[in-house]
Each structure stands twice: as structure tokens, then as C-alpha cells.
């Protein structure tokens, strides 16, 4: 049974244009909320689901953020899937708290990604931290999304599904030509390399997340830097690299994909200067170390 609600979930969330990680966060919170009520979600009254909302909130002490995918996930299941019209389902919410991100100086940045061992992982923190991708934009990264001629990257169904495009550095384009001839993958820029390592040529999926993940936090252990430190940070830290070099905040609005200028905003802590050359600012700023690989 549980199979047929897990198809008819996954049939509403691509209806409603839902990205891959929401996807698997809202079917995450599902499963979540079953395993711990021990029966399947169309037996789940809306009393347990109470009391599983304030355990999680209060026993368990989930953020902020947490609570937030687990309160959509579950809210956006029992509403289109079982069609449940709970007064619980309308009244739910988690108030987004409001913390400063972990932001890197560009010697912090340039210092981490050097000291990855593997050009496949390097090459990615690069383009992660250069073009301010999010952790997904940049693994789902084919090779027409490359831009050379006019130096920009088109990130496909960014969050919210938004395509936008993103300044591409010299740098940065030249380090990924170099990794991309080492595998040569008609469709991705990050291919999934396999056990072997060799796979990469006739690989159909991209790296996966796990990888990358695993690489920043053994060179954050080798550094014994002891910052909370993730793949997005690198994001943060473009965005305030940016500011502080006076990069226009609208600008920067467009390129990190915020539908509001508010999601923004918190960045102006640093800077409230503005320049509109961007493109020539970012040249200059992500070029990083001579390219050793090459």
C-alpha cells in the first residue's frame, strides 16, 4: 500500500513542478512521520499527527529549517494525496529564522578548494563557489549549459523550478574544459565516475551529492578548520565577495536565482556600496591560484 501512495505522491509533486530535492524531502518527511506513528499515513489521525508535530518541535528540538520541510512535506501529502481538510494542516507553520550565514574570506575559499585531492571534487567546489551555484545546480550541470562565447552558465530549474543565467569566469571555464576532457561525457559536466573511476564517459547520472559532501569534510578535518562549514556556504560567500567588492545587490539578486530582493538583503551587513561592471569583477576575483592541473 504504501508503494501506491509513495507513485501517487511522486505523480502530484511533479504536477505541481516541484524541483528533485523537494521531491525527496516532502516523501522523506512522509516516511518520517510513518515510521514513527508505526501504521500508513490514511490511518494516521489528525490527533497523531499533532502530537507527532510538537514531538519533533519539543522532544526532538528540530530547527527552524527542519521543521519547515516537515510541516510542507507532510501538509502538501495528506492535502493532495489523501485529501484530508484538516484545520491542523491550514494552521502549521515555522517561523524562518533569522541567522547570519558562515561567510569565508576568498583566502578561507581558495585555501579549501585546494586542498581537495581530486580534480573531479576541486573542479566542482569551483564552480560552486565562482558562479554561486547552489549544491544541485552544480551537479545537474550538462555540457550545453556552457555558455563560452558569451561566458555565462544557464542553470536549469534553479529552486522555485527558475532558470537563470550566471556569469561563467575565464578561470573557471578553463579549469572545467580541462576536467571535462578527462571524461569527455556527452551529457554532464560531473559525471558519476563509479567504483572503478572510469565510468565517467558512458555515465547517464550525475556525481552524486555524497562525494562532494565527503571531500569538504575531510579537507575541513586535514585544515582543522572548526567553522559549520557545507557546499552552500561557498554560495554565501560568493554573495558577500560580490557585495564587498561592489558588485550591484540587484545584480546579485538575479544571479543567486531570489525571487524577492529580501532573500538578498542579508548580505548587506558587509557593504552597501554599488558597481555595475560585474562581469569584469568577477574575472578578477575568482581566478584563484595558477591552474596546476593543467
Sequence with gaps: MMKDYYQKSMRALQLAGMSEPTQKGYTRSVRMLVDFCGKTP???SEQ?????????KNVDKWAAATMRICYSGIKFFFINVLKRDWHTLKLIYAKREQTLPTVLSVKEVWNIINAVNTIQNKTYLTAVYTCGLRLHEALFLQVTDIDAQRMRIHVHRGKGAKDRYVPLPKSTLHILRIYWKRHRNPLWIFPRLGRSGLE???ATRPMAKASVQGALRRVLKQLNIKKRISIHTLRHSYATHL????VNIRRIQQYLGHSSLNSTMIYLHLTTQGHENAYDIINSLMKGDDHENE
Design 42 to 44: 490514511d490511518l494516521i
Design 48 to 56: 497523531e499527527l499533532q502530537d507527532y508535530f510538537l514531538h519533533r
Design 200 to 202: 565517467g564517459p558512458k
Design 243 to 246: 557585495l564587498e567588492a561592489g
